[in-house]
Nanobody, 118 residues
């Protein structure tokens, strides 16, 4: 299983970035996909998630600014980041999750750095 993130980098406050995560080795369409982030000295937190059926969920801190989407034909999930803030600076990780009964199986990408300058 591979989840490969791309699109991170440096952006000025108020700017935009688009993160991509290409998945291989899984049946992409049945997995819920998510973006998490971890800032220095902080715990990893959920940023946005999208179910296999396309239902989305966002952290309060990014609602109205970030949009998660998925393209099952390309096995790719995206995170469109608009109106970026310095507090969005973190390593962003792609996650794929599926449930077998009550058991959750998670796969993670290696992370991509996003830095928002003020």
């Amino acid at each position: 299983v591979q989840l490969v993130e791309s699109g991170g980098g440096l952006v000025q406050a108020g700017g935009s970035l688009r993160l991509s995560c290409a998945a291989s080795g899984i049946i992409f369409s049945i997995h819920a996909m998510g973006w998490y982030r971890q800032a220095p000295g902080k715990q990893r937190e959920l940023v946005a998630a999208i179910t296999s059926g396309g239902i989305t969920n966002y952290a309060d801190s990014v609602k109205g600014r970030f949009t998660i989407s998925r393209d099952n034909a390309k096995n790719t999930v995206y995170l469109q980041m608009n109106s970026a803030k310095p507090e969005d600076t973190a390593v962003y990780y792609c996650n794929a999750a599926k449930w077998v009964g009550a058991l959750r199986y998670d796969y993670w990408g290696q992370g991509t750095q996003v830095t928002v300058s003020s």
